[in-house]
C-alpha cells in the first residue's frame, strides 16, 4: 500500500521552463492538495480538487495549473518557471469522513 | 498578521526531558486541530487529532485545546532522539474541504 506517491522527487528547471508534478494515491480519496513549504511561511495551499473533473484555487495559485482527469491522479503543472517557485511541494489527500489529510514525500524543484 | 502563530525553534532538549510545544490562533472558527510531525526531506504526517477544546492523549503525546485562549498545546512525555524533528499544528474550520491552516512549524531536537 503505496499511500500517496509523488514523481519527481527532484528536479532542476531554468527560468521558462515547463514542468508537471504527479500525484497518486491508492487510498480512494475524494480530495486532492497540493502544497507548497518555504521556510518562515509554512505550508500553503496551491489547488485542491473534491473529486475527479474538479479543481479549486487555494491560497497561492497563481502560476500554476491543475487537472483530475482520474479520481487517483492530481496533476501540478508549471508553464513557466520562475525562480519564486523554488520549493518543496507537497501532495495531500484527505479521508473526508475523519477530516485527516495524508502527505506524500514532497518534490524539491529548484528553478534557476 | 498570520491566523496561526508558531515559535520555529529550534527548540533543544536533553533525552528524557517533557517538552511543550505551542500555537496561537486568531480565527474563532477553527474547530479540528492538528499536530503534524515532519522529520527532514520527509513530508508531514499525523501526530494528534482534536475536534474542539480538551485533551487528548496517546502514549506519550498529549494535545490540549483551549479554545477560550485560541491556543493549543502538544506534550511529549519522556522525549526520545527520535523525537527530532519539525512539530506543525494545523486547524480548520467545519464544512466540505475547508481549507486546513498550518503553522511555520517548530524545530525539535532532543539530544543524548
Known amino acids: 500500500n503505496a499511500g500517496v506517491t509523488q514523481t519527481p522527487k527532484f528536479r532542476v528547471l531554468k527560468t521558462g521552463q515547463s514542468m508537471t508534478l504527479l500525484c497518486a494515491q491508492d487510498m480512494n480519496h475524494e480530495y486532492m492538495y497540493w502544497y507548497r513549504q518555504d521556510p518562515g511561511m509554512g505550508l500553503r495551499l496551491i489547488h485542491y480538487?473534491?473529486?475527479?473533473?474538479?479543481?479549486a484555487k487555494g491560497e497561492v495559485p497563481d502560476g500554476y495549473n491543475v487537472s483530475r482527469l482520474k479520481k487517483q491522479n492530481f496533476l501540478l503543472g508549471l508553464e513557466s518557471a520562475a525562480p519564486s517557485q523554488t520549493s518543496v511541494y507537497f501532495c495531500?489527500?484527505?479521508?473526508?469522513?475523519?477530516?485527516?489529510?495524508?502527505f506524500g514525500a514532497g518534490t524539491r524543484l529548484s528553478v534557476l | 498578521q498570520k491566523e496561526v502563530e508558531q515559535d520555529p525553534g529550534p527548540l533543544s532538549v536533553p533525552e528524557g526531558a517533557i517538552v511543550s510545544l505551542n500555537c496561537t490562533y486568531s480565527?474563532?472558527?477553527?474547530?479540528?486541530f492538528m499536530w503534524y510531525r515532519q522529520y527532514s526531506r520527509k513530508g508531514p504526517e499525523l501526530l494528534m487529532y482534536?475536534?474542539?477544546?480538551g485533551n487528548k492523549e496517546d502514549g506519550r503525546f498529549t494535545a490540549q485545546v483551549d479554545k477560550s485562549s485560541k491556543y493549543i498545546s502538544l506534550f511529549i512525555r519522556d522525549s526520545q532522539p527520535s523525537d527530532s524533528a519539525t512539530y506543525l499544528c494545523?486547524?480548520?474550520?467545519?464544512?466540505?474541504?475547508?481549507?486546513?491552516?498550518f503553522g511555520t512549524g517548530t524545530r525539535l531536537q532532543v539530544t543524548l
Open positions: 494545523a486547524m480548520r474550520r467545519t464544512g466540505t474541504a475547508s481549507k486546513l491552516t
Open positions: 482534536t475536534y474542539s477544546s
Open positions: 480565527n474563532s472558527a477553527f474547530q479540528y
Open positions: 480538487s473534491v473529486g475527479e473533473g474538479t479543481t
Open positions: 495531500a489527500t484527505e479521508d473526508d469522513r475523519k477530516n485527516i489529510q495524508y
